[in-house]
């Protein structure tokens, strides 16, 4: 199933009020992490997997990346990047994660910031990117954490007084699709367990390079008080992945 919820207009006007949606970058908890884990971008052809408001696009092309392609089902995510975007190296395409299709060793690296939670066969996922990247070509991608996406429910266990007690984690081992409740709308994700993610890289032909389950910075915490009980358990999961360089012929 390929599911276009930003283009249902109410779902997509809540999801511009989220802080990343109107700061960006530095307002994703997440990214501080995900950018250590990139690598050198400069004279590099990027892929972005599920590009949104294009901000890795833009992010890419700062540090000097020679082209980028961002790929989204949306819309009405494609219009708002191409309105925040001034900038011939970036191609923005129409499409489904699923159905990507490019030439084998087309890409340097490839990026998806958390979109692949949204589709149902990872491993097809990993074995395209493979495919399409140049061997020595790096993988980074995002995804919400097994621990957070095991529970359909996707919330905390709350005390009598509705203090955030703990977060339950139940059904971990029974993948597969969730309906849960996301900016008011229902939307289904993908449970993985995180040896499911890992694996599934490995049998693509990646070696894996980095595993982060980052928490919020110092900063975030000083200037977000109420982001402590982000601190209690893993709200995302990054991996980074090389495509192994002897497969060059």
Known sequence: MKQNKYDDIAFFEKYGQMPRSVGGLDAAGEWPALREMLPEL?????????????????????????????????????????????????????????????AEGEFDVVISSLALHYVERFDDACRNVHHCLTPGGSFVLSVEHPIFTARAAQDWHYGPQGERLHWPVDDYQDEGPRQTRFLDHDVVKYHRTVATHVNALLDAGFRITRLSEPQPTPEALAEHPDMRDETRRPLFLLIAAVKPDEERR
Not at 55 to 76: F, I, K, P, T
């Open 42 to 102: 400069q004279g590099k052809r990027v892929l972005d997997l599920g590009c949104g408001y294009g901000w890795h696009c833009r992010y890419a092309r700062e540090r000097q990346a020679r082209s980028v392609v961002g790929v989204d089902l949306s819309e009405n995510m494609l219009a708002r990047a191409r309105a925040s975007t001034d900038d011939p190296a970036i191609e923005y395409r129409r499409g489904a994660i699923e159905d990507v299709d490019f």
